[in-house]
């Protein structure tokens, strides 16, 4: 399968650790976004990569967390010092340049913070 | 800003009846829209779009759309539903052409 995989699947943590979660997109799509998903929502934009450059950032995304995509393919989404409020589904899509709105998500990686 | 609101959060219907999902959109400029379908346990995937042309699309599993300019509305309809059909849909709108902003979602619940 060559779909957009996400890891972990599953975290659950304490207030105050750090997290990182990891995105792998579809091997030829330069657009990868991060989206974050609580109950009973639709999934709110976080950010986006065009290859590496990070274009977007939502004002959602508070200084505790910090999005990377190095070398232009996988992505890192990193929360500093976890809120229980950052409990959440953590989805990840990608998508090819010139596109017109399909998204191709991951399963998501849930958050739970204690 | 552009947005989309979802009225219904859910939706029970018996199979084989018919079902409409709403959705209705703000934007002083030209939409994009679109519907997405998340399964349990799965990815959101995407069922149909309106980009131009015919107001009436038609999507993966029977199901179709209609853009409604005069009403900025896009409801997602399917004639004759299937418990496969339960999930929770989305109905989302293309901002700046660069990222999607989904609405909040309606499950419908699909009952023998």
């Known amino acids: 399968d060559t779909g957009v995989s996400q890891d972990p699947r599953h975290k659950i943590t304490k207030r105050g650790q750090n997290v990182t979660f990891r995105c792998d997109p579809i091997s030829e799509h330069n657009r990868l976004y991060w989206y974050r998903q609580t109950l009973g929502q639709g999934p709110e934009f976080l950010t986006y990569?065009?290859?590496?450059?990070?274009?977007?950032k939502s004002r959602l995304l508070s200084d505790r967390f910090s999005a990377e995509r190095p070398k232009g393919s996988f992505s890192t989404l990193e929360i500093q010092r976890t809120e229980q409020g950052d409990s959440a589904m953590y989805l990840c899509a990608s998508s090819q340049q010139g596109w017109t709105g399909e998204l191709f998500f991951g399963e998501g990686s849930r958050l739970t913070v204690l | 800003a552009q947005s989309v609101t979802q009225l219904d959060s859910q939706v029970p219907v018996f199979e084989e009846a018919p079902v409409e999902l709403r959705c209705n959109y703000s934007?002083?400029?030209?939409?994009?829209l679109f519907w997405y379908v998340q399964y349990p346990n799965q990815g959101l995937q995407l069922l149909l779009k309106?980009?131009?042309?015919?107001?009436l699309v038609k999507g993966i599993n029977g199901f179709e759309a209609e853009f409604n300019k005069s009403q900025t509305s896009f409801h997602l309809r399917k004639p004759s539903v299937h418990i496969s059909d339960t999930a929770e849909y989305f109905c989302?709108?293309?901002?700046?052409?660069?990222?999607?902003?989904f609405g909040t979602g309606t499950r419908l619940q699909v009952f023998p």
């Open positions: 309106y980009l131009s042309g015919s107001t």
């Open positions: 989302a709108v293309l901002i700046d052409t660069d990222k999607l902003i």
């Open positions: 990569f065009q290859n590496e450059a990070q274009l977007e």
């Open positions: 934007s002083s400029v030209s939409v994009y």
